[in-house]
């Protein structure tokens, strides 16, 4: 039913009798006299609809029932369809990964004060991370309409309260209209830059009642334009990037987009200048002779030796600009690493969105211009007043530094490759061996790494070409284990109409926070190549408590209780296969892996969810 013809029949719908208590299965039959029922929910729904949402993920809730009752028999469950999830941060989680592939909201719906508990933890990841997750909360605020305990338990007066200081806005409508209103300004919330996420509560009465309203409609969404840095200060940066001996571009979560990436390349070029990429977003091309050495903390680039730093959206810039006390010594120290007169430029429009309560900002920034918009947006204008400012003397000095750039970053990669043999014949295997043979296999197909890749010591950023926005969906944001899997999945149905080969590179110790979103992907038939990085452990809580340990003189040997995953050992093929998806493993043979990858990419391309359960070394 178009939108114009959902609104006439709303209108009839007031003052409607209730219909008859139907079995599950049975057909309703209408009440004699009466015409027939439309609940709130369905124009709920039909206002969902109109902002183009693809998708709900959603682990079942009764304080939603009502919209999801209207998803499945009111629209069909199309636009958006029903992604059944096991758990509520499972479901957060897989709209954050969705929404770094196809660049909009996801919905979600949780139930009332539980499910929203549950689903925190992925809430905050996607706040961290800049992402706009679009959630739809149930709860029951009218005493008179909860029926029983569970619904006095699960109800709340201030349902969004608990994740407030990290959603970027939220409401409780007390109306239809108001839901109407609300839905939409959400949506444009969200995906106005610092994209973040938003919460709407969907009373329970709005959504089971008869709608009694009138004149009902659904307000028009205009998306804002994104905000761009001032034009004084843009000239200004500039200038001073022109000016330059040796600048240097830090990029975080800079590129929303291809375009984005384009412009990045552009302003690089024009300048010579190398970029340092933290691997939040998919920013720069790693084939690039002007990308900058990853090293194994691509969160931390080096940075030392620039005149002119230009930071993109970058997180905790000061942390990467200081040195500080490392975890094994007494106190704490710190001190600037850049050389002394550098200057900081800074574009970003997080400082629109800050909070107090969380501390996801960093330390203040000593910039020597700040300039406040989304970087993505400001590009343009700086690459017009770069070139309008490049005299002919200019460019010869340019080039020059380019070309010791590009020999410097040869270099590295060199001895990327030259590191990535050490131990190739090893078992447990070698996070190296691990990355270069997937490399080996997907590098002719259209593919997306669907995972962060810190935890492998970086090596597909070190050793695979990354050059599409959609190749890499950087990092989880808030640090929240548990993120991994389903974020995968998300990834994974958005790569899915496009025909991409999607890997995740899945570690053990998130496999286990969120094993159920591997049915998910079995049931809603998700093509992803899922390969373990088994390393049997928390490894990175391993080595805190080991150092921690030499910090005193104590015995290294006991950092494996409360962090190692053995005795038993997991066998991830077997909770695979348990979930209904192809597994093969563990596999300890380095000589097996590339057999093993080639049948699982062959699944894959028939259109199935794939585990390879891999025994490897730590990092």
Known sequence: MNRRGFLKGAGAAAGIAMAPQVAVGQTPVP????TPVKPGSDFMVEVIRSLGIEYCAANPGSSFRGIHESLLNYAGNKMPELLTCLHEESSV????????????????MVHGTVGLQHASMAIYNAWCDRVPVYIIAGNILDVNYRRGNAEWVHSVQDCAAMVRDYTKWDDNPVSLSHFAESAVRAYKISMTPPYEPVLIVADGKLQEEPIEEKNLRIPKLVMTAPPQGDTAAVKEAARMLVAAENPVIVAGRMARSQHGMELLVELAEFLQARVQDQRLR?????????????????LNPNVTDADVLLALEAQDLWNFTHRMTPLNRFGMESQSTLKPGAKVITVSAVDLSHKSNYQDFGRYIEADLA????AEATLPALIEEVKRALTADRRRAIQDRGRKVVEANNESRKRHREQAAVGWNSSPISTARLSAEIWAQVKNEDWSLVSWDRMLSSWPTRLWDFSKHYQFIGTHGGSGIGYGLPAAVGASIANKKHGRLSINIQTDGDLCYAPGALWTAAHHQIPMLNIMHNNRAYHEE???IA????????????????TALKGPNIDYASIAKGFGLYAEGPI???NDLAPAIRRGIERVKKGEPVLIDVITQPR
């Open 542 to 544: 391993r080595m805190y």
């Open 31 to 34: 009440v004699e006299g009466t």
């Open 371 to 374: 300039i406040t918009g989304d």
């Open 588 to 590: 300890e043979n380095p």
């Open 547 to 562: 150092l921690l340990g030499a910090k005193y003189d104590r015995s290294p040997e006991t950092s494996d209780i409360g």
């Open 93 to 108: 989680a897989m709209a954050h990964g969705y929404s770094k592939i196809e660049g909009k909201p996801m919905m979600v």
């Open 282 to 298: 998919m920013n720069f091309p790693t084939a690039h002779p002007l990308y900058g050495n990853p090293g194994t903390l691509p």
